[in-house]
């Protein structure tokens, strides 16, 4: 049985395959640690996968049944032009219907039960086709 793709589908190109694998295999310190929350459907039962292709973005983690991705951010996100690849990145995917959450690399080893509450929120977010607003989203700052 072979795959076919269709001519509209932009989720995991082909071209991008060798990059994401060499992305899944190299890992930073905080992609780890999240990974080990999530692999296997351990959250929720939701299936979260590494390092997914939508066009020619890679996403951190993204979770299909939610149509949500997760970016952990370090240090090289910090300046401007990172910052306007980081929002038209993330125009294009919500634009997809994809809702993007970013966390500082940091955050996820020093408030973990934060990092998980918020992707919690995020569930539901795009229920029947339509966007909905998460009433829990109004705090994006983890407690001290």
């Known amino acids: 049985m072979s795959f076919k793709r269709s001519r509209t ?3 995991s190109l082909p071209d991008l395959q060798t990059f994401r694998t060499e992305l899944r295999n190299e890992l930073t310190p905080a992609e780890a640690r999240f990974w080990t ?8 039962d939701r299936k979260f996968r590494r390092q997914h292709s939508v066009g020619r973005y890679i ?4 979770c299909p049944s939610e149509r949500l991705g ?39 080893f020093e408030n973990e039960d934060w990092v998980i509450y918020k992707i919690r929120s995020c ?11 998460p009433s829990s989203e109004a705090d994006d700052t983890p407690p001290s």
Do not use: C, M
């Open 123 to 133: 569930y539901g977010w795009y229920e029947h086709g339509e966007r909905t607003t």
């Open 37 to 44: 929350i999530v692999k296997n459907s351990q959250l929720d």
């Open 59 to 62: 996403l951190d983690f993204y």
């Open 9 to 11: 589908d932009i989720h």
């Open 70 to 108: 997760i970016e952990l951010d370090g240090k090289p996100h910090f300046n401007a032009l990172s910052d306007i690849y980081d929002q038209e990145r993330t125009w294009f995917l919500e634009r997809l219907g994809i809702k993007i959450i970013r966390f500082e690399n940091k955050v996820v």
